[in-house]
């Protein structure tokens, strides 16, 4: 049995705090994509309006803080959890088939979660810095607000290749991270039931599949309509 301790000394402090902090995230993915669609759908003015109310609502911005503080301990904790528990299995047993004891994605939650932060980097680098200490361009909106045009760069940035193809990969890797994940948090919060559970795993899956695969077709289109 793995016994790494992570970031907190009771196992039982990490299962919760990494099953409460990987729902809360999933619910910030489902607000977050719900206000990327106007980039699919070209809506310059709205997108820029949800960004300005996303970056400057003190409510917001406070959340936001504990959202990527979330991130942070979510993904640190478990990148110690995965090299603890590795160094406590320094031999592998012969007779031991990991595939037909767990999924792929159960058995690589912490590979996963190394290349979803990785993507949370270089994608926080690319958006979130730009629109807090970058020079974008802003233009005066219809009622005389002043925006800053993040739809622009944003678009500019899907138009490359290279950027596109590595928001896809990052998607489909979040969807595998996500198909263990987010069942396994119920699990670990102690909310299961035969009637239930089921259930729970089915809207896990398509979870994992829809939130992904409409976040990964954003920069697609945006890249073909180049």
């Known amino acids: 049995m793995a016994t790494g301790k992570g970031l907190f ?10 099953a409460l902090t990987g729902l809360f995230l999933c619910s910030f993915l489902v607000i977050h994509l719900l206000g990327n669609i106007p ?3 070209g ?15 003190p409510v ?3 959340v ?10 979510h993904a640190v904790d478990g990148i110690l959890l995965m090299r603890q528990n590795a160094a406590a299995r320094p031999v592998k047993y012969a ?4 595939a037909a004891n767990a999924s792929w994605s159960s058995r690589n939650m912490g590979l996963l979660g190394v290349f979803t932060l990785v993507f949370i980097v270089v994608h926080l680098k690319s958006f979130w810095y730009e629109m807090h200490f970058g020079k974008i361009p802003v233009y005066i909106y219809e009622d005389g607000t002043e925006l800053k045009d993040l739809y622009t760069l944003t678009v500019t940035a899907f138009q490359e290749l ?4 590595f928001y896809v990969v990052s998607m489909a890797l979040l969807g595998l991270h996500l198909w263990h994940g987010f069942s396994s948090a119920f699990q670990s919060l102690g909310l299961t039931h035969p009637k239930y559970t ?6 896990g899956a398509f979870f994992a599949l829809v939130i992904p695969a409409v976040f990964a077709a954003i920069p697609v289109v945006i890249y073909l309509a180049s």
């Open 39 to 41: 980039l699919m759908l």
């Open 95 to 98: 007779a031991y088939n990991g």
């Open 198 to 203: 089921p259930m729970i795993k089915i809207a």
């Open 60 to 62: 917001i911005k406070a």
């Open 64 to 73: 936001s803080y504990l959202l990527y503080a979330s991130f942070v301990v």
């Open 43 to 57: 809506h310059q003015d709205d997108f820029n309006l949800y960004a300005r109310f996303m970056t400057t609502f």
């Open 9 to 18: 000394g009771s196992s039982i402090a990490r299962k919760y705090w990494m």
């Open 162 to 165: 290279w950027y596109t193809v």
